[in-house]
């Protein structure tokens, strides 16, 4: 199962990188996935990467200032958040996907369905 860390209470137009940690030994197979999840809000898609990291996506709302990457060799992947706003605040889950490679890049890993474990999550709060 994964584990975040990394989260914080931060002004706005600041950073944080959040990170999580996945156990197995087949970690570098894995597409990983960050989302986030407000009160009373829905749980949404914020970025993801593929098995090799050669591929990652984003939501609009996060686009040119959320980055994800992944270190296989410490089977962690992060989530580098710069200029931060007070919408972003929300719990914030990684997620390990195994489905098939076609699937989650045609997804764009942006579904909730590709992912099979989920993390107890990391809040982020960014005041104003």
């Known amino acids: 199962q994964p584990v975040e860390s990394g989260g914080g209470l931060v002004q706005a137009g600041g950073s944080l990188r959040l990170s999580c940690a996945a156990s197995?030994?087949?970690?570098?197979?894995?597409?990983l996935g960050w989302f986030r999840q407000a009160p009373g809000k829905e749980r949404e898609f914020v970025a993801a990467?593929?098995?090799?990291?050669?591929?990652?996506y984003y939501a609009d709302s996060v686009k040119g200032r959320f980055t994800i990457s992944r270190d296989n060799a410490k089977n962690t992947v992060y989530l580098q958040m710069n200029s931060l706003k007070p919408e972003d605040t929300a719990v914030y889950y990684c997620?390990?996907?195994?489905?098939?490679?076609?699937?989650?890049?045609?997804?764009?890993?942006?579904?909730?369905?590709?992912?099979?474990?989920w993390g107890q999550g990391t809040q982020v709060t960014v005041s104003s």
């Open positions: 997620a390990t996907s195994s489905a098939r490679r076609d699937e989650f890049i045609y997804y764009s890993g942006s579904r909730r369905s590709l992912y099979d474990y």
């Open positions: 197995g030994r087949t970690f570098g197979s894995y597409s």
């Open positions: 990467i593929t098995w090799s990291g050669g591929g990652t």
